[in-house]
């Protein structure tokens, strides 16, 4: 990788470094995925070969299930696609492996026809990921050995001579422990891939650079100066949260305590965990009561919403309550800007849209976007695409004055991060101009 070089980080392990200078916005590396799969919820949307969103797709003439741009996606897709094509067409609607059991058979067949270093390991091998399997607990052995399970069930026919147990048991852990979602502009799921030198990147609260994606291509992008000899740091989790929270998400998936300097000064964790202006003070046990109940009613909802793809519309309404009662009981001790307040709030904004009520995504969006501009770092994907959505909710409720300038601070950001020849900065700014 040009500028760049592989070296060993004290006290991370193996890592990257800048060999030159890289100035705000510019590509330090673009790496293509050694292997990737299209969720299956954005079928029809996106091609299935290069995540292409576009409205005229074919499908696939045998399971009809597979969309392309034309013959040569459906072509150069075909080696991959062929495993799940005559397995959906044997098993029709019982065909239903999770997405990263889909990654993992491609990642196998992959590797039984490449023998040489592929473009995306050109630093780092896949073979070469961490599993962590000695610091697996029983919860995530268990979902190890359902994934092995559902591999076998939906792929032994198609994929002859499987690894035997301890190998896949390996490899799905590397693949949980290294792979990365691609998602769109508003940081929706497309779907799941493995781009080997791009995990060779360390993490950091403070990342100095972002990765974004052009289809099935990562670009790697500086979102500070970045000096030659210094270490080049991708963020692996959501950054809106308090220190605490951080390190337990980061332990819990990857199997490492941070130390950077945004963890070890907390410097944002008062501002993250603003406590309302009250006439006597909330007692520090008071605090960590709601703090308990916050992280509760959140996996309450992530368990609720994990259902919502086979319930009916009435669950959308329960978890808009959730969201809003969760919001009730927190406002007697948060204020609003409260990472656990806008947690909620985010989610409310979300429900709001797929009931398309405009108006209510809209309050939300309007409560959640400075405090968001304050808590994450600068050029963050998570304040763009909450300007992108409020800018294109206003301009649907026909506030063209603020959409335009909500869309114009989306752009600012994506410049930076997705870099200026990005087609989704090509569409916002079409949008932009077709309001003059």
């Not at 330090?28 to 299935?48: D, I």
């Not at 993992?104 to 399997?133: C, D, G, N, W, Y």
């Not at 941070?258 to 003070?281: F, G, H, N, V």
């Not at 994450?376 to 998570?382: E, Q």
Request: charged letters at 25%; glycine letters at 4%.
């Amino acid at each position: 990788l040009p500028g760049t070089e592989r070296f060993l980080s004290p006290g991370s392990g193996r890592g990257l470094r800048a060999m030159r200078h890289f100035a705000l916005g510019e590509l330090v590396f673009a790496c293509p995925a050694y292997s990737y799969v299209l969720t299956v919820n954005e079928r029809g949307a996106h091609c299935e070969n290069c995540f292409t969103r576009r409205e005229d797709l074919f499908k696939c003439g045998k399971c009809k299930q597979a969309y392309y741009c034309n013959i040569d996606c459906q072509r150069s897709d075909w080696s991959m696609h062929k495993l799940e094509c005559v397995a959906m067409c044997a098993y029709g609607e019982n065909w239903c492996p999770s997405e990263t059991v889909r990654l993992v058979a491609r990642i196998l067949m992959k590797q039984r026809v490449t023998t040489e270093r592929t473009p995306s390991e050109k630093l780092l091998l896949l073979t070469e990921f961490e599993s962590h399997l000695d610091k697996m607990d029983s919860e995530k052995d268990e979902l190890n050995q359902a994934d092995i399970a559902a591999l076998h069930h939906f792929y032994s026919k198609h994929i002859s001579d499987l690894p035997d147990e301890q190998a896949l048991t390996e490899l799905f852990a590397q693949v949980n422990c290294n792979g990365f979602t691609i998602e769109d502009e508003e940081l929706s799921h497309l779907g799941s891939a493995v781009f080997p030198d791009v995990a060779l990147m360390n993490h950091s609260c403070s990342p100095n650079v972002i990765v974004t994606y052009k289809g099935t291509l990562a670009e790697v992008r500086a979102v500070q100066e970045i000096n030659p000899g210094d270490e080049v740091f991708n963020s692996y989790i959501d950054l809106l949260y308090p220190t605490e929270d951080r390190k337990e998400r980061l332990l819990d998936s990857y199997f490492f305590t941070c130390q950077c300097t945004e963890c070890t000064s907390k410097s944002k964790d008062k501002a993250k965990m603003e406590i309302k202006k009250l006439s006597s003070p909330t007692e520090p046990e008071e605090i960590q009561s709601m703090v308990y109940y916050a992280k509760n009613v959140i996996e309450e909802f992530r368990r609720a919403k994990h259902y919502k793809n086979i319930l009916f519309l009435c669950l959308y309404f329960e978890l808009l309550e959730i969201c809003e009662l969760s919001q009730e009981k927190m406002a007697a001790i948060f204020a609003d800007t409260n990472v656990y307040m806008l947690h909620m709030m985010y989610q409310a904004m979300g429900v709001c849209l797929y009931m398309q009520d405009w108006d209510g995504a809209m309050s939300y969006g309007e409560k959640i976007i400075q405090p968001y501009s304050v808590h994450y770092p600068a050029y963050s994907l998570n304040v763009a695409s909450m300007y992108l959505k409020l800018g294109r909710l206003y301009l649907g409720l026909e506030k063209k004055t603020q959409g335009v300038k909500a869309l114009n601070k989306a752009v600012a950001i994506m410049e930076v991060a997705h870099g200026k020849d990005h087609n989704y900065v090509a569409e916002v700014k079409r949008e932009i101009e077709e309001q003059k």
